[in-house]
């Protein structure tokens, strides 16, 4: 596809953003690590040491150099089970912010595109749906489906559709009084070509940057749900669980709570960042309230 | 005016009615999905067949799912919110006395949330281009990045462990006497009894929740609030109220606030109703006997017509939230007030 | 003198150069007169009321000159300099601003009385007073009832009455001087007439200076004592305002006076100029004359030094090598129409339809009234015929448009296209239309797609479904295409945002063009430009009957545009047709009264006939 000359300055823009750049560093560590955690990590995840239980991290007193961020009630390796969890985090947020941004993309165009009855009856869904508070609506769906990370991540979905909904939206309604997509019709233009080819293009900046922060709320999200049990099976590890195990200790040992609140503030600090610069950017007209909205 | 504001704000609600509707039944379709078992759950150990048979039937989850809504719907409207499975006491109940508790939650940490939001987005305006409007926009960033259930756990961890300057557990301090129940807000109540030690008591165990919760908010209102004044700075108007020779603050208080502050009124609306979802984690990890408490524990213990009914309120509050900010909405835009008078 | 500017001199840094935005400006405005500053988008002539408000946009500042006022005390300061608290005080007390677009120029959160009463506060007046000073000032500027007024809000009123509103602010103090930046342009033609009379009366009555900023000469022949005309950032003209007007000097005022089809006498064929005037960015390559590259008479020493303003008339300045020698171009030959074919089909026959919106429910379930955005419109079109449309805003005329298109479906009437009803929309009549019917849009920045390359834009109907052109065919057709619009070929993979305002309309054109309809229906095509490029568009349009015969319903406010172009004309208001006809024969004798009304509105080429007219016609035509 040939880019524009807007396009291309809008995508240099990004690119010498400083807030893209951060956000994306942070990202793309973050994805490294989690990627390379079988090859990197001192220990199994789930291997014991009861010999070795809430050690503090290897700088503080009495840490030692196996287990460099310290240990758990258990005795597993701290450090092994962030890297592990970083696993999980980064594919509920890719899986759950797909699946949330192509149901929602669809349903706004579909919305703004027919109006009438089409847009009465996505709009009146939303309606129903913005009145539960999100964890809510997180907690029966899991409660109704069952626990477990796939379930997280389809709940995630069926929640966090609307907010692409309303947001994409109201921009293709402005879209849709645009003369251009009136000239497409005159011009012979089917209902899906216009869809695709004239309204479509014209979400694009705006879906990236909604993507990039609906990825931080999906990591938000997998953490309550791994925290109040309903994610993953007790034997992995999750950020969330390992903040739910160590808050039992935590008069004793801080850091086992510290340091995954840390992870999962460095992933979605860096979601954050993405989006905000990308919103900047490419110019996106984001209302704030909508799609920053912590779940 | 309060009477009109009175009389929109009951057209309203009337209005969320059918939503209302929609909403129950979406909660109660979601929840018969249920692969677990909860009659099963809530039989003692070594009962028999016969046993399980009677508690379904008592329960009513023998029948057909619309009959089951429709019975369930019926009784709702007429204030029975059934019996709770695990509790073994009526919903309604419990939910009388956990609502109020999250009811003082929330207002509390809507104004302290709404105050500094609003407090630090004119303090971002009034310091924009500088270094200071970097370090409020970086500490937005940071604060933004951390869910308030973490910051929860952070300030129960500083405040509460290490400091020790808030209490951390519970509605009240151990051996403060309840006061007589007259509202169940156990500030008023308190106060209306004449006791404040218990008043003090329970502002305190009030204080750390609700910062965590306001956390979620302020930073949010601050964005939003800063960057409408931007916008509205730009405005026609404003230029136009400067060449008339008005003085700056006064077009910040009398001209552009009121424009700025259209976006910030329907942002808490959205944020209001998203806060009702913050205090179930929130409650739970400072054990404050709320709707969230009442939830998680429903929800561990595959609680059925808890869950339901919890659900349902948070619903009702969501769009009660809602429609007293619509309504908020209206009285500062004559546009939509006057709709169709020109 | 009121107020004086000497050598003024704005200044822009772009891409580490220093571009003079506005060069060595000077002129002086006496108490009492009026100064008018004519000059197209771009010339600089709004950086006037920038310096004075301080409100100069990032990167632009004041770099050599003084703009000296004289206070009531008999002391003259200089506005560039002096401390902010003074000019504070000045604003809104000596000095007023009348805005360009009245509706976004008062807070709509407050009420008349609200704004109105902080302005009085500001000049002193105890709160008592205030209620009546409003009503006063509301009656002095004809606003019918100004009691009720008070408690309303600025979206309950039209943007004339605004605009009334604002004028009344600005005389409030009986100020030394009035700034006014196009404050009618945004107004239909009808209101801007009432405007400027209101304005003109204050003015006389209070003795004000006023600076009238427009990018109508002939508007401000009108309204002014003297003219200055500005050309990227230079004045070319200064003078008194008949001079100026009628027996310009400067080959760019002769160029712009000529681009202005006449609303009587006979019709010449418009003679227009190359390209338009370069922007910004390109003012620091420009040497010597900054007009000579679009110069018609210039030569080789143009383009080597600057010229400067030379005294050709007493007062009368024009900075041009030889303003005086140059003799006024060859009148151009009479403009012949070509008459429609009489017989034939007609393409299109629009009977009797009729548009209702209904209405929109709100949040809270109020349902607002319906519109009836055209009541009854007919209308028929023969192959090759050139139809005006004229009517103001919210006569009906767009939406008429949209439904001869088939983009909104009549709740009344029938459309026929080549005799066929196509009236109901659908699969077929979508055919019938496309072979026949193209729409030409308003505002290119909305037609264009601005993700699209113009070679994708101007054949996008080669794209749809059920046409098999090849690549090479489009890209064929797409340089046709752009040499039948008199597009540059280089053009042909450049986006929207990289073109000028003309060559998106041009654009928009061969779009329309793509298919080959026999008639195009254009809605206010050239209303967003200015006045020399939309010379060369209407001759394009000329052009294309003449080569391809092809038709064109043509929607405009602007009668001398239509009387221009078109053989016949309907006259719409409130959704209705009022007067239909031959053009001709309806600018010779308008029997409908609102017709009547809204040529007396229209400003006259000649200086002797008097305008704007008396307030009962204008109120005929407004009511």
Known sequence: ?295 | MAFLALQLLFRRLLLALPILLCVSALVFGILRLLPADPVAMSLPPGATAEDYEKLKQAFGLDRSLITQYGIWLGKLLSGDLGGSIFFRRPVSELVWVALPATLELVALSLFLGISVGVGGGLAMFALRGGLGEQALDGATTAMMAIPEFLWAILLILLVGVSLQWLPFIGRLGPGIQLPPTITGFLLIDSLLAGRFATFGSAFTHLLLPSIALAIGLAPLVMRVLRSSLLETAQDDYVTQARLRGISENRILVRHALPNAALPTISLIGVQGGFMFGGTVLVEMIFAYPGLGNLMVDAVRNHDLPVIQAVALIYCVLVLGINAVVDVAYLAVNPRLRLAGAR | MTLTARGLTVSATLGGKRIDVLRDLDFAIAPGKVLGLVGESGAGKSMIGRVLARSLPPGFSVTSGRLDFLRPDGESRDLVTVPGPELSRLLGDRIAFIPQEPLTALNPLMTIEAQFGEHLERLGLPASRRRARIVEALAEVRLPAPETLLERFPFQLSGGQCQRVLIAMAFASEPALVVADEPTTALDVSTQATIVQIMRRLQREHVTSLLFITHDLRLAARVCDDILVLYAGEVVERGPARAVSQAPRHPYTRALQAANPPLDGPLTRLVTLPDQMPGLAAFANLQGCRFAPRCPTRDAGCAASSPTLREVAPGHFVRCADACSVAAPAAPAVLRRLEAASSGVPVLVVENVAKRFAGKRDWLGRRSAGVDAVKSASLTVRPGEFVGVVGESGSGKSTLARLIMGLETPTGGRVLVDGQDVTQGGRETRAIRLGALQMVFQDPQSALNPRRPVERLVTQTMEAKGSNASEAQRLERARELLRETGLPPELIDRYPSQLSGGQKQRVNIARALCVTPRLLVADEIVSGLDVSVQAQILNLLLDLRAERGVGLVFISHDLAVVRYLCSRMIVMRHGLVVEEGETEAIFAAPKHAYTRALMAAAPPDDLDRPWPPDAAALAAAEG
């Open chain 1, 1 to 295: 596809m040939r880019l524009s000359p807007r396009a291309r300055a809008a995508w240099l823009r990004c690119l010498t953003d400083p807030r893209v750049v951060t956000g994306g560093l942070l990202i793309l560590s973050i994805a490294t690590l989690g990627l390379l955690a079988p090859w990197i990590a001192p220990h199994d995840p789930q291997e014991q040491d009861l010999l070795a239980t809430l050690m503090p991290p290897a700088w503080a007193v009495g840490g030692e150099a196996r287990f460099p961020f310290g240990t758990d009630t258990l005795g597993r390796c701290i450090a092994s089970r962030l890297l592990y969890g970083a696993r999980i985090a980064l594919y509920v947020s890719v899986t759950a912010a797909t699946g949330a941004m192509l149901l929602g993309t669809l349903l706004a165009i579909l919305a703004a595109y027919f109006g009438g009855w089409v847009d009465w009856l996505i709009s009146r869904a939303v309606d129903v749906w913005m009145a539960f508070p999100p964890v809510v609506l997180a907690l029966i769906l899991l409660v109704g489906m069952g626990a477990g990370v796939n379930k997280v991540i389809l709940a995630i979905i069926l929640i966090d559709w609307t907010r692409f909904c309303r947001v994409i939206r109201s921009e293709a309604l402005v879209v849709m009084v645009r003369d251009y997509i009136a000239a497409a019709r005159l011009a012979g233009f089917g209902h899906r070509q216009i869809m695709l080819k004239e309204m479509l293009p014209a979400m694009i900046p705006l879906v990236i940057t909604m993507m990039s922060i609906e990825m931080g709320i999906a990591v938000i999200v997998e953490a309550i749900m791994s925290f109040v049990g309903l994610s993953v099976e007790p034997d992995v590890p999750a950020w969330g669980v390992m903040i739910a195990d160590a808050r039992q200790t935590m008069h004793q040992a801080p850091w086992g709570v510290i340091l995954p609140v840390g992870a999962i503030f460095l992933t979605v600090l860096g979601f954050n960042l993405l989006g905000d610069g990308l919103r900047r950017a490419l110019d996106a007209r984001l209302v704030l309230s909508r799609a920053v909205a912590t779940p």
